[in-house]
């Protein structure tokens, strides 16, 4: 606790500073990698699609109390009334599911019912049957999509209002379209079934991953005004320090949104067995898991590269690697009074060393009076640059 | 004890939140025991055990359909729900066109049956009939009787009546026992014989001109008719009504079979089918008949079809009322009839009266059904399912409080109180909901609400993480909490936006039983932004002022010194305080 929170002053005060906007590089190629390993996924594998993507019948058993040789109990059953039918039996829990093929009519659906409940000697109106016809699926992801888009047109609008600039929308919907990628890859590499409540929970992913990006992005737009504003920092700087200043609300964020997720994943499998809780917050889990390191590393390098190209913000970066230029002399001229360590840890617009070092590279002879100060005055800065 | 007047602000709003409780619980109490509310949210079928069928419509050629005719669909689907004797059943739209039907406990094969089957109701100008043999022969015409259609065209209906027609080929016998309306032959049923006649007899490559026009009748159709067995099921199921095209169909009753032309009138141009007894001269005849009122472009297109077939020779003077691919009714026409409104007479019973008359009211659905899905949930899983869930829920929330007393310390509690808080409304709002909107909770919803835990949570640890930011700019505890206030609102309000928004558009476009999740993340997400602007900071506020919060307890989860703070509120020209140096030293030390 006590290393956590220091860790997290030490990334609020800028005495510890992950460079993740300036390594954009590096992030950019983990998710490269991780976005080909999902779309070889995707096309190889490819998805698991669930029994309402196709049409059949499923039956749930419950309170099956002999597991014995289920499977081919399950079969027996199904035989006797439909011999020769395509049927995967699965258990969960003290659950038994079996999927077979679409009976239409109810009368069947009836015997398979009594079959399997003589089978597995449990009352036959305790087992739930579930039909599905084929064009279920289909509707329901033709639904999706339009959901899919509806949203992306109407928060990329919303955000473009809110943060008053679009680059900020595209970052956003960048990290959005890899987090839901992803975790579609994911899915596909894990081989979990993809059923209607899994196409929700990806729709929900979507809400969630911006949650986590617009928290990010509004100290990115605090910090980064206050830069524009002295100067001091450049655009990719003053981003780098929001990430990390947030980086702590960031993990705390994810995480509890994630305990609920993990308790009802945890039940889910090993009590309830497959239904839509498991299939949503399965979903869930690993889009809200992305959702967090695309917000952090994805996003903002992102918007920082977008926003580094503008004019303005290469102006920007004149001016602050000039101001940082000036202050490295400054602090390389006196090491040794105290008071210039005071003033570094005091503000926390301050540089961190690694902008620091190439800084001081500017090669321009100054005179000595510059470098050393006025004698015995206590040197303040010019009120233009407090 | 006097109040420290820095807490006044945030007290009023706390009390205003408290009565905000109390109102809604007052009104959940007072709903509960003088109205029909419950004390608990109503649950949905996977938890309470039942059947959730859903039907997606059935569009022939490039029909289309509009929510109007979906709502429609949804009311006469009710209304067979509740016909059919079960209670408590909800019929609702999903997405685009799909209807759910929740029955509670398992109906059987016939219900479901009646709900996808009946759909289409449309009238169509008879052409040819002939018996429901196979081999269609020459048949004679029914036994005519006498009937009291022209007394009832002259006074009691003055605006014409239409009588139902000889069904050739039924038993006489038969008349009066069948539901449907057979009955009676009129005069004009005996002028010409019914069967396939050489008057009806098609003629190639003729360009039908009307509805009536014999041409219609192609040798393929002929062969069709000959080929249709109305005693088998599955080719009476084969049948396909396109309304542009002529059809062949059979009787209801399975005795008699008809070569139809297109559909002129159709189900959903009746306005209104009731069944009375008729009456003549102010006193009841006991004859049964029902009476059809007609929209406006119903009325026109009745009034062009009784017109047209009033001089036609029978079989082409009656026209047949086709519900579900089959004739429930083929009364003559007598008159033509321009009034809107007509009466169909025939030995009626007062049951089989009503059977049509509902028929052709609740028949009149413009479009059919295919059952997509058939859900069936025992109450055994649906029990188990909920417990699951809500200790789910319970170990969620467990991990959720440790995780928060554990980064936050006494702040943690707040973050408690608050989620507790946000639980109770959440309840109030769904159980009041559930009695007004007559929403259910289901898996998906429950879900929806554990989810929640986690993004309500989160914007208390927004709240809490900008104030802890403010004390350690060196703000006072007071200060940091007004000014950590302010920035962390808009943040809290975007991204609960964005969350809403998510939701939002899940609940109106996306499909399937998932809707509830979708509906209990936007109702917490605002329960959300109410508990943190109208609770939680207000408490914060108050508590900033105790001493244990204010001056920064070490298990305050807000010690100043623990958060790096560096005291600089007023320093003066010196800058640099005690704190700050020994920091600086450390800092150099390591």
Redesign the interface.
């Known amino acids: 606790?006590?290393s956590?929170?220091?860790f997290?002053?030490?990334l609020?005060?800028g005495?510890r500073s992950i460079d993740i906007v300036s390594r954009q590089k590096t992030w950019y190629t983990v998710s490269l990698i991780l976005l080909a390993l999902a779309a070889a996924g995707l096309f190889g594998r490819g998805l698991n699609i669930g029994l309402?993507f196709k049409g059949g019948s499923e039956y749930?058993i419950?309170?099956v109390s002999n597991f014995s040789n289920f499977e081919a109990r399950a079969k027996t059953a199904i035989g006797t009334v439909n011999p020769g039918s395509n049927v995967v039996v699965t258990k969960t829990a003290n659950?038994v599911r079996v999927q077979t093929e679409n009976f239409q009519?109810?009368?069947v659906?009836?015997k398979v019912k009594t079959a399997l409940a003589s089978q597995f000697k449990v009352s036959a109106?305790?087992?739930?049957?579930?039909?599905?016809?084929p064009?279920?699926g289909a509707?329901?992801s033709q639904?999706?999509i339009?959901?899919l888009i509806?949203?992306l047109i109407?928060?990329s609008l919303?955000?473009a209002a809110?943060f008053r600039t679009w680059k900020m929308s595209i970052a956003a919907l960048i990290a959005l379209a890899h987090d839901l990628v992803i975790t579609v890859g994911i899915y596909a590499l894990a081989g979990f079934e993809v059923t209607?409540?899994s196409v929700?929970g990806f729709?929900?992913i979507?809400?969630?991953s911006?949650?986590d990006t617009?928290?990010v992005f509004?100290?990115v737009r605090?910090n980064t005004q206050e830069a524009i504003g002295n100067g001091r920092l450049t655009f990719s700087q003053a981003a780098n320090q929001a990430v990390n200043?947030?980086l702590?609300?960031s993990i705390?964020?994810s995480?509890?949104?994630?305990?609920?997720?993990?308790?009802?994943l945890?039940?889910?499998y090993f009590?309830?067995g497959p239904?839509?809780?498991l299939d949503?917050?399965l979903a869930?889990f690993v889009g809200i898991a992305v959702g967090t390191y695309s917000s952090i590393f994805i996003a903002t390098p992102v918007l920082a590269d977008l926003r580094e190209r503008e004019p303005a913000m290469r102006a920007l970066k004149k001016r602050a690697t000039r101001y940082q230029a000036a202050q490295a002399r400054r602090a390389g001229a006196d090491d040794n009074e105290?008071?210039q360590?005071?003033a570094?840890?005091?503000g926390?617009d301050v540089v961190h060393a690694s902008s620091r070092g190439d800084a001081s590279a500017a090669d321009r002879s100054v005179h000595p009076f510059v470098q050393t100060g006025p004698r015995n005055q206590?040197r303040r800065p010019p009120k233009s640059k407090r | 004890m006097a109040i420290n007047p820095h807490n006044r602000g945030p007290l009023r709003t706390l009390s205003v939140f408290v009565l905000l409780i109390v109102g809604l619980y007052g009104l959940l109490g007072a709903v509960s025991t003088w109205g029909t509310a419950q004390r608990t949210p109503k649950l949905g079928l996977d938890l309470s055990g039942g059947t959730q069928l859903i039907l997606t419509p059935k569009l022939v050629g490039k029909q289309v359909i509009n929510q109007g005719q979906v709502t429609k669909a949804v009311d006469i689907i009710r209304a067979r729900v509740n016909g059919s004797g079960v209670t408590e059943a909800e019929v609702s739209t999903q997405g685009v066109g799909d209807i759910v039907v929740s029955l509670p406990g398992t109906p059987d094969a016939a219900t479901i049956a009646s709900l996808q089957k009946s759909s289409q109701l449309r009238m169509r100008a008879v052409l040819v009939t002939g018996s429901a043999a196979p081999i269609p022969a020459p048949t004679p015409t029914g036994t005519p009787t006498s009937t009291p259609t022209t007394p009832a065209t002259s006074t009691a209906k003055p605006t014409g009546t239409t009588t139902t027609a000889p069904k050739s080929g039924f038993p006489a016998a038969l008349s009066a026992a069948t539901t449907a309306p057979t009955a009676a032959p009129t005069s004009a049923a005996t002028t010409a014989p019914t069967a396939i006649s050489p008057t009806t007899a098609p003629k190639p490559g003729a360009k039908p001109a009307n509805a009536s026009d014999p041409a219609w009748v192609t040798p393929q159709l002929q062969a069709e008719f000959v080929a249709l067995n109305c005693a088998n099921p599955k080719s009476v199921e084969a049948i396909v009504d396109d309304p542009a095209k002529p059809m062949v169909t059979c009787s209801s009753n399975g005795l008699e079979k008809f070569i139809l032309g297109p559909a002129e009138v159709n189900g959903d141009q009746i306005a209104n089918a009731s069944s009375d007894q008729q009456s003549l001269q102010g006193g009841s005849t006991g004859v049964w008949e029902v009476l059809l009122n007609f929209n406006g472009a119903g009325t026109t297109s009745f009034c062009n079809v009784t017109s047209r077939l009033v001089s036609l020779p029978s079989p082409r003077n009656q026209f047949g009322i086709v519900l579900d691919n089959q004739v429930i009714s083929a009364p003559v026409a007598q008159a033509s009839l321009c009034a809107g409104t007509a009466s169909i007479t025939g030995s009626f019973t007062a049951a089989s009266a009503k059977a049509l008359a509902d028929q052709l009211k609740y028949g009149a659905l413009p479009m059919s059904f295919t059952l997509q899905t058939a859900d069936q949930i025992s109450p055994t899983l649906g029990g188990d399912q909920l417990t699951r869930g809500l200790l789910a829920g319970g170990i969620g929330l467990l991990l959720v409080v440790a995780y928060s007393l554990f980064q936050y310390r006494a702040l943690g509690f707040v973050t408690i109180s608050s989620l507790l808080i946000a639980a109770l409304l959440t309840y109030g709002v769904v159980t009041l909901f559930s009695w007004s909107q007559n929403y259910r909770l289901t898996m998906a919803g429950v879900t929806g609400l554990i989810v929640s835990i986690g993004i309500v949570a989160d914007s208390f640890i927004l709240y809490f993480e900008r104030v802890r930011d403010e004390v350690r700019d060196g703000r006072a505890l007071r200060a940091a909490v007004e000014t950590g206030w302010g920035r962390a609102r808009r943040t809290i309000l975007i991204s609960d936006g964005v969350n809403f928004l998510a939701a939002a558009v899940l609940y109106t476009l996306a499909a399937s039983n998932v809707r509830g999740f979708a509906f209990t993340l936007m109702l917490t997400t605002i329960i959300d932004i109410v508990v943190v602007m109208l609770f939680t900071h207000p408490l914060l506020s108050v508590l900033a002022t105790t001493k244990f919060f204010g001056q920064g307890h070490k298990w305050s989860g807000l010690d100043p010194e623990r958060l790096g703070a560096k005291n600089v509120t007023y320093a003066g020209r010196g800058r640099v305080t005690i704190a700050a140096r020994r920091a600086a030293a450390e800092g150099n030390q390591s």
């Not at chain 1, 109106?125 to 016809?133: F, L």
Request: hydrophobic residues 40%; proline residues 5%; charged residues 15%.
């Open positions: 606790m006590r956590f929170s220091q997290g002053n030490d609020y005060t005495k309402e749930q419950p309170s659950t009519s109810t009368t659906t009836d109106t305790s087992i739930s049957a579930n039909t599905i016809g064009s279920w509707s329901v639904q999706a339009t959901a509806w949203f109407l928060v919303v955000l809110y209607p409540a929700i729709l929900t979507l809400g969630y911006l949650y617009v928290v509004d100290k605090e200043q947030t702590v609300r705390n964020t995480v509890v949104a994630l305990l609920p997720v993990a308790s009802i945890f039940i889910g009590l309830l239904g839509t809780l949503l917050s869930l105290p008071e360590a005071d570094e840890h005091e926390r206590p």
